[in-house]
């Protein structure tokens, strides 16, 4: 998961016809953040609109409309880049100076946010190329068609890249805003955060993907939703156990009850399923693709793959 920050600073470019829905999750959910603070933790949770044309209004699909406030500072200035589409209709209606300032941001190494139809615009630009994103179920198909080299999925609050974050948006968009909290200013302020919003504890939330929400320890669920949403991220077995307060001996029960594997057995398995993807709609090396997904080393991602798969990536990857 990203490294704590204690700031968290997003400028937010806002699409023709965007999702207010989306806009006021992300609003609330920085805001309320910044009160439950205590006096000593002193903690910036900042939203910036910004807009090539900052002087122009921009109406939402519920007929509001939101003025800009700045024009663009550097990327530097800001944790992240989000952007909040709307209907389908409209992406072509956005500035291409904004689209240009995605680029740009991207560029400087600094994580872009595509929320609802938001994650089309980034699609567009090529700035979610062989990378996972989580697309509403309403747009998938539609996405998958526009985008093949795009490995899109339904049913996630949101995918954790680590330069490219996506959410489907709606309620999501508080899922997606109280993880980021959590990662940059910690559990505490993220638990009391999501009371506040009246979100769901993650011990009573159920899953949207069936092959999820069909796991009966709602501990065991959680793990498995995290797993997925970081999947490019350093993971271990401790951290997850943490996470839902259980020993690591007791998460590796849970999953050999569930799965017959340990909880890095799992993991190795769902990063050497988006390897196949990877090896058969990217470019990347065998060598690129067993470190972006966490392998020691080539050899090591070879012969995983071989077990798993009965096959080399080589030969997987030969038309």
């Not at 806009?23 to 000593?40: D, F, I, N, P, Y």
């Not at 959410?167 to 559990?187: E, K, M, Q």
């Not at 009391?192 to 949207?208: C, F, K, V």
């Not at 690129?288 to 990857?317: K, M, N």
Request: aromatic content about 8%; overall charge neutral; hydrophobic content about 40%.
């Amino acid at each position: 998961m990203p490294a704590r920050n204690k700031t968290l600073h997003i400028g937010l470019l806002l699409w023709p016809n965007f999702s207010l829905l989306a806009l006021s999750g992300l609003m609330e959910a920085l805001r309320t953040a910044s009160s439950v603070q205590k006096c000593s933790q002193k903690i910036a949770f900042n939203l910036s609109l910004i807009s090539v044309n900052p002087d122009l209004p921009i109406t939402s699909s519920a007929g509001i409309s939101v003025q800009p406030e700045v024009a663009y500072a550097t990327p530097g200035a800001f944790d992240y880049i989000a952007v909040i589409g709307g209907s389908l209709e409209y992406l072509e209606q956005g500035y291409s100076g904004d689209r240009m300032f995605l680029a740009e941001a991207h560029h400087s190494n600094i994580p872009l946010i595509g929320i609802g139809s938001g994650s089309f615009i980034l699609a567009e630009e090529g700035l979610l190329n062989e990378r996972r994103a989580s697309i509403h179920p309403d747009h998938h198909d539609v996405f998958t068609q526009r985008f093949p080299q795009v490995y899109a999925e339904q049913g996630l609050d949101f995918i954790d890249e680590g330069d490219v974050l996506t959410c489907p948006g709606g309620i999501s968009t508080l899922t997606l805003t109280t993880a980021l909290i959590r990662s940059h200013a910690g559990d505490d302020i993220a638990a009391t955060t999501s009371r506040r919003l009246s979100l769901s504890p993650h011990a009573a939330a159920t899953p949207r993907p069936a092959n999820i929400a069909l796991i009966p320890d709602s501990r065991l669920r959680r793990v498995v939703m995290m797993i997925e949403q970081y999947l490019t991220h350093p993971l271990s077995t401790a951290g997850l156990a943490q996470a839902v307060k259980l020993s690591e001996r007791q998460l590796n029960r849970l999953f050999h009850a569930e799965f017959g594997k340990t909880a890095r057995e799992f993991i190795r398995s769902a990063r050497l399923r988006y390897a196949c993807w990877l090896l058969k709609n990217s470019q990347q090396s065998v060598t690129d693709i067993a470190r972006r997904l966490g392998f020691s080393d080539c050899a090591h991602f070879i012969r995983h793959f071989q077990i798993e798969y009965g096959c080399t990536p080589g030969v997987w990857r030969t038309p």
